[in-house]
C-alpha cells in the first residue's frame, strides 16, 4: 500500500504533549535533549509543564512541534520497514517534513524555526492582527468578500484547510470587518483564532528579506522523500526552488486541500500524521474521506499502523 506521513503546524501544541512518550519511546527523550542543547532551555520540560503562554509563544510553539514530529518520526523509523511515498506539513509542519526527510539537519531546522518565530512575531505588533476559521463558505466567496471589505487594509485567506473551512489573516480591523460580511453570506461561524501572528498574509512580506537570509545561511540538499509544499502543491526540483518555496509560504495561503487531493491521486492510501493531536486527522477525512488517517503518537498506535500499511519490520 502507499502511505504518505503529514506533519502538523502551529495549534497542534498543548502542555503535556507526548507525556506517555518519553517513558516508552527511548527516541524521543534523546530528541528532545538535543533540542534542548541546540537551543538553550529545557525543551522537554516546556512541553510538559509550560507555562502555557510561553508555548503558545510562536517562537517557542515552531521549535517544540518541530522536535515532537522529528521525534516521533525517529521513533517509527524504528518500527516500519519501508519509508513513506511522500512527505507533508500544514504550515510548521513543513519544515518538520523538511528535517525528517534529510533536506536539512534538525539543528540547523531548530534554529531556523526558532528565527521563523521571532520574525513572524516582530512583523505585526500583538494586538494588530487577527485570524480567524470560516465554516460554511467555498473558498471563493471567501476570497471575493475579504477583497470587498479590505479598504485599503490586509485581509485574506490564511489557510485552506479543509472543505469548509477556510482561515482568514489580516490587520484586527479588516478581520473584523470580513467576519460580519461572511456571516451576512451566509458563514455557518465565524470563529476567532487565539494566536499571536496573522500568519500566511501579506502582513509577513516586511520580513522575507530577513528570512530569506536566515534560509541562505543552512546547509540544504533535496529531501531523500519528495516533500510537497504548501505554496505550490509540489515537490521542490532543485534546492533553490526549495527556499523560495519556503519564503513563498510565509505571506501565501497553505493549501492543505490541494494537498491532499493531490496525494490521493497519486495513489495514497493511507496518511499517518506524526505529532501531537489528531489535528490533520479530522481535515484529511473531510478533504476525501477514502483515505485511512492514523495517528503516530503510541507504540501501540505506530505498530497498528506499520502493519496496515504493510510496512511492519516484524
Known amino acids: 500500500m502507499q502511505y504518505a506521513v503529514v506533519f502538523p503546524g502551529q495549534g497542534s501544541q498543548f502542555c503535556g504533549m507526548l507525556a506517555d512518550c518519553f517513558e516508552h519511546m527511548p527516541q524521543v527523550a534523546t530528541v528532545f535533549e538535543e533540542a534542548s542543547d541546540v537551543l538553550g532551555y529545557d525543551m522537554k520540560a516546556l512541553v510538559l509543564t509550560g507555562p502555557e503562554s510561553q508555548l503558545n509563544q510562536t517562537e517557542f510553539t515552531q521549535p517544540a512541534l518541530l522536535t515532537a514530529g522529528y521525534a516521533l518520526w525517529q521513533q517509527w523509523q524504528t518500527v516500519a ?74 485581509v485574506s485567506p490564511a489557510n485552506f484547510n479543509a472543505i469548509g473551512q477556510t482561515v482568514i489573516a489580516g490587520t484586527a480591523a479588516a478581520v473584523e470587518r470580513a467576519a460580519l460580511a461572511l456571516k451576512a453570506q451566509g458563514a455557518k461561524k465565524v470563529l476567532p483564532l487565539p494566536v499571536s501572528v496573522p500568519s500566511h498574509c501579506a502582513l509577513m512580506n516586511s520580513i522575507r528579506p530577513a528570512f530569506s537570509e536566515a534560509i541562505a545561511q543552512c546547509t540544504w540538499t533535496l529531501p531523500t522523500i519528495p ?56 481535515l484529511i477525512k473531510r478533504i476525501d474521506a477514502t483515505l485511512q488517517t492514523l495517528p503516530l503518537q503510541t507504540t501501540a498506535e505506530m505498530l497498528q499502523a506499520a502493519e496496515l500499511c504493510g510496512v511492519s519490520s516484524k
Not at 527556499?243 to 494537498?259: F, G, K, N, Y
Request: proline content about 3%; overall charge negative; glycine content about 10%.
Open 81 to 154: 520497514s519501508a519509508a513513506p511515498r511522500y512527505l507533508a506539513g500544514h504550515s510548521l509542519g513543513e519544515y518538520t517534513a523538511l528535517v525528517c526527510g534529510g533536506a536539512i539537519s534538525f539543528s540547523e531546522g531548530l534554529s531556523l524555526v526558532q528565527k521563523r518565530g521571532q520574525l513572524m512575531q516582530q512583523a505585526v505588533p500583538a494586538g494588530t492582527g487577527a485570524m480567524a476559521a470560516v465554516l460554511g463558505l467555498s473558498e471563493l466567496e471567501i476570497a471575493q468578500i475579504c477583497e470587498q471589505v479590505a479598504e485599503g487594509e490586509i
Open 227 to 282: 516533500v510537497l509544499h504548501n505554496a505550490t502543491v509540489a515537490a521542490a526540483d532543485s534546492v533553490s526552488a526549495l527556499q523560495t518555496a519556503l519564503i513563498d509560504q510565509l505571506s501565501q495561503p497553505v493549501r492543505w486541500v490541494e494537498s491532499i487531493q493531490w496525494l490521493a491521486a497519486q495513489g495514497i492510501t493511507q496518511c499517518l500524521e506524526c505529532g501531537p493531536n489528531k489535528v490533520l486527522q479530522g
